[in-house]
């Protein structure tokens, strides 16, 4: 998740420099990154979101520790978290110092790769996710591949300190988790965020719900006496419990969602059927700040089945344009149209009100009707942004405006 403008978003935290426990330090540079004091020197997690953020956390961090930088791990391969390293390369040649050595799983590189290749589609979904004009994305994405990675763990830092980077699929398939068993402090990294798991976010490829849950139980059973999500406060003595509940909660949810599935729903009609148990649901840490619990109900969805939806007038659709002005062609009456579309929003039925809408607004013929369409979904996505607790769902409704 790249760094987003604030509105109540929780990609942004405390910047300060917090101690966790001696030699352990998080840093606002994205969300909680980490720096760990080992005999070998220092081990950063996330280098932040441009270098120019770079000399300010560092600074800070002198205040605690002179250590030379060592390490920096990747904790995942999202843009945005680690534009930040050439400004730590700097800082160590103005220092004397040796390069840090970068560190990742070995997917990072197969994802960046990635990234390279589908710049553009990239900095549209950000462009959209984000609220930021697109001009503001580099045309090709400046990344700093990792000197080296590890595939399943790898253990760095010497005898009074040892710090253990540990595979933790979950948002994506590269996320490091690190475990510092003596002091039994782990970092879950993009595994444990302040909010429900972000699965299935709408223009993301497929997160797959079972392997995130595996992940939580994995780490559930080092049985950390501190936690440090990748967003959000750090937890003591409960972080146990709070991983093995979220796994719990992802597990119910698929078994809810194959049961529609196996009845032969289709996944509107599932995301209207479920009901959500308070136990697991109505917590704090499954807050629906971010991600939604609609996006996971899609996205199991979408693990299980292929992209038709049962329609047949969907299986070869004539081109989107095509079919609109088609549709709006075949209504006669257009102003009664407005006019259910205006009833239903001031009856509060706002999301009723936009489907009535996209009858005209999605025509790109010139009539005046087509024009008081657009406007009227620009007004209805906006009322439906105020109320949208995630704040991607927010992003996305404004988009439109």
Do not use: C
């Not at 220092?95 to 390279?116: D, F, K, L, M, S």
């Not at 760095?156 to 039994?184: C, F, I, K, N, Y």
């Not at 509060?348 to 009535?356: F, I």
């Amino acid at each position: 998740m790249p760094v987003a403008e604030v509105d109540n978003n929780p990609l942004f935290g405390d910047t300060d420099i917090t101690a966790v426990a001696p030699g352990i330090f998080t840093m606002g540079l994205q969300g909680n990154s980490l720096a760990v004091e080992t005999d070998e020197g220092l081990l950063v997690v996330d280098s932040g979101p441009s270098p120019s953020v770079v000399p300010q956390a560092l600074a800070q961090l002198r205040e605690h520790t002179d250590q030379t930088v060592r390490w920096i791990v990747y904790s995942h391969g999202h843009l945005g978290y680690n534009y930040g390293v050439p400004g730590f390369l700097a800082e160590a040649d103005r220092r004397g110092e040796p390069r840090p050595t970068i560190i990742a799983h070995e997917n990072v590189v197969r994802r960046y790769q990635r990234y390279i290749e589908t710049a553009g589609l990239q900095n549209h979904i950000n462009s959209r996710q984000f609220r930021r004009p697109i001009e503001e994305f580099a045309p090709v994405p400046t990344l700093t591949f990792p000197d080296q990675t590890y595939r399943d763990a790898m253990t760095l830092g010497g005898p009074s300190r040892q710090v253990r980077l540990l595979w933790a699929p979950s948002e994506t398939d590269d996320v490091t988790a690190v475990w510092l068993p003596h002091e039994r402090i782990l970092y879950g990294s993009a595994a444990v965020i302040d909010s429900i798991p972000n699965i299935g976010t709408p223009m993301r490829t497929m997160r797959d719900a079972v392997r995130w849950a595996n992940t939580l139980d994995s780490l559930a059973a080092l049985n950390p006496a501190v936690l440090i999500p990748e967003f959000g406060s750090v937890i003591h003595d409960v972080g146990a419990e709070q991983l093995a509940a979220t796994s719990a909660a992802l597990r119910w949810l698929r078994r809810a969602v194959v049961e529609r599935l196996n009845k032969g729903m289709g996944v509107d009609d599932i995301v209207h059927d479920i009901d959500y148990p308070t136990e697991l649901f109505e917590v704090p840490w499954m807050r629906q700040a971010y991600g939604h619990r609609d996006f996971i109900v899609r996205d199991i969805v979408r693990s299980e089945t292929g992209w038709w939806d049962g329609n047949p007038t969907h299986l070869h659709p004539a081109r989107p344009d095509v079919a609109a002005n088609a549709r709006a062609a075949a209504i006669t009456d257009k102003q009664a149209v407005l006019g259910e579309a205006h009833r239903l929003r001031d009856a509060g039925r706002v999301q009723e009100a936009l489907h009535v809408v996209d009858l005209l607004a999605l025509a790109t013929a010139d009539f005046p009707e087509a024009h008081h369409a657009r406007k009227l979904k620009s007004e209805l996505s906006v009322l439906l942004a105020k109320d949208a607790p995630s704040y991607v769902s927010r992003s996305f409704y404004r988009a439109v405006t």
